[in-house]
């Protein structure tokens, strides 16, 4: 018991330093490792195995609204990243550039891709003639470098795992109905697969995505109350269209230009589930995305028949489950914090007083809470459990959004609640820029979204107090 005393010990409590508290899980929970190079680090085996069952899940979401997966280069030359200029400014201090191929100086230099939108727009240039050519729904999972000048793993790393959706259609209609559908897409898969609930809406104008006409985002709220911008879907409109001479015959037989959109979902929603669900003892994953959802811990495994129980117990499981069975000869103390610390959501404890009953007791992760089920009901009572986690989780989630959200009607009440309130504040807005940077120079706070759903604080700005155009939530964030 004293080993297992230690290993949880290992892990800093969230109240006392949230940061190193992430840190802890991040490496004890064997997500990670870190490599040589600052800002990138080494997913191991159990962290990709989480982002491996995020990839599915959305790839086949993906696949069922007509999208195909394609790959691009990583590199891309100079010239081709200049075409759209607000694109290449908004990308310029992020980006990572190769200058030479062996010891021989390149004649221009290539870009290591921060994302792909030229070298897309560059090949539907290339194969759009036709309006029966459209629309191009494609995907692409790939990695990416932007040079980040401070790093925590996950949440923001030079080098990052994600998909970029990018898709071409004929009319604006068509091109703002896939970014809306896209984005609802992620708030789905947060919601019905990592028990995550968001704020979905509109960025301002400071926080669009470079070269956008429009970007839309999910926002989550972790535990520390801290927003995380955890999927974002932009209508580009005809901008790129125009500078990459993407055209297509119309059935009027005009040239027209198409219009585009790109989204976009990454590594850092790994980060998102970590923050959402954690606790001191470490992960807790929503069974649905969890690498291994149920571990079977023999109890006195030394004893006769044990090991066997155990091993036709985890073949039926198999069947409906990913489950694992921990054989090793670790205690079963031990065995119980380290698959704490993994987040694994259930666990099934059997012994040979369990045998002689016909039972065995499953212990959920997220509440502690222990069960006796006879085995004859053991499929039925786990596929209940993981259902029951997973609400459960979300709604602990959904709970923590809504007692952590407050409103603010004035600029003194905005600046107070950010000092002394962790959490989201509702505040109007006059849609101004220079409002928008006096609350984050002020206040320390920046615009989240505008949520979809606007209510009405107030009739007047936060800042100014001049008429107010929308409402905003405003927010810390990682």
Sequence with gaps: MEKNKKFVEAITPMDVDFAQWYTDIVKKAELIEYSTVRG?????????????????????????????????PMLIPESLLQKEKDHVVGFAPEVAWVTHGGEEKLTERLCIRPTSETLFCEHFSNIVQSYNDLPKLYNQWCSVIRWEKTTRPFLRTTEFLWQEGHTIHATAEEAQEETLRMLNTYADALKNFLAIPVVKGRKTDK????????????????????????????????????????????????????????????????GAIIMVHGDDSGLILPPRVAPVQLVIVPVAQHKEGVLEKAEELRKSISAYAR??????????????????????????????????QNQVVLVRRDTREKTIVPMDELEQKIKELFDDIHNSLYEKALERLENMTSEAQDFDTLKLSAETKPGFIKAMWCGKLSCEEKIKEEAGLSSRCMPFEQEEIAKTCVCCGEKAEHMVVWGKAY
């Design 40 to 72: 990138m680090v080494i997913l191991r085996p159990y962290g990709y195995a989480i982002w491996e069952n995020i990839q599915r899940y959305l790839d086949d979401r993906f696949k069922e609204t007509g999208h195909e997966n394609v790959y691009m």
């Design 323 to 356: 489950v694992k069975l921990d054989a090793s000869d670790k205690k079963p103390g031990w065995k119980f914090s380290e698959y704490e610390m993994k987040g694994v959501p259930v666990r099934l404890e059997v012994g040979p007083k369990d045998i002689e």
């Design 207 to 270: 926080e669009k995505f470079a070269g956008a006409e429009a970007t839309y985002t999910i926002e989550a709220m972790m535990h520390d109350g801290k927003a995380l911008q955890s999927g974002t879907s932009h209508y580009f409109g005809d901008g790129f269209a125009k500078a990459f001479d993407i055209k297509f015959a119309d059935k009027d037989s005009q040239l027209k230009y198409v219009h585009e959109t790109s989204w976009g979902l990454s590594t850092r929603v790994i």
